[in-house]
């Protein structure tokens, strides 16, 4: 199963990692709040990840890290 790690304090709460997910189960963590005062992206359901990496390729802030 993959594994998705979110680097949080480098989030800067763009959102382009939510519209990429082809399961649609990237969102932004509303409940947690960065040092630079963004909410920060996370996976509501990891067993759904299919590992694609697709929201990894997309952040500009190298923020999420995929491992299969
Ligand atoms: S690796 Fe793919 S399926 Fe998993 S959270 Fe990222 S975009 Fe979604
Ligand atoms: S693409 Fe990167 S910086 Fe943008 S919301 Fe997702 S994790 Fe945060």
Redesign the pocket.
């Given at each position: 199963m993959?594994k998705?790690i979110f680097y949080e304090e480098r989030c800067k709460g763009c959102r382009l990692c939510t519209t990429?997910?082809?399961?649609k189960?990237?969102e932004m963590d509303t409940d947690k709040l960065n040092l630079k005062g963004f909410h920060p992206a996370g996976?509501r359901d990891m067993d759904m990840?299919?590992?694609?990496?697709?929201?990894?390729t997309i952040c500009p802030d190298c923020a999420i890290e995929?491992e299969r």
């Open positions: 993959a998705v990429v997910c082809p399961k189960i990237v996976v990840c299919t590992g694609c990496a697709f929201c990894a995929v």
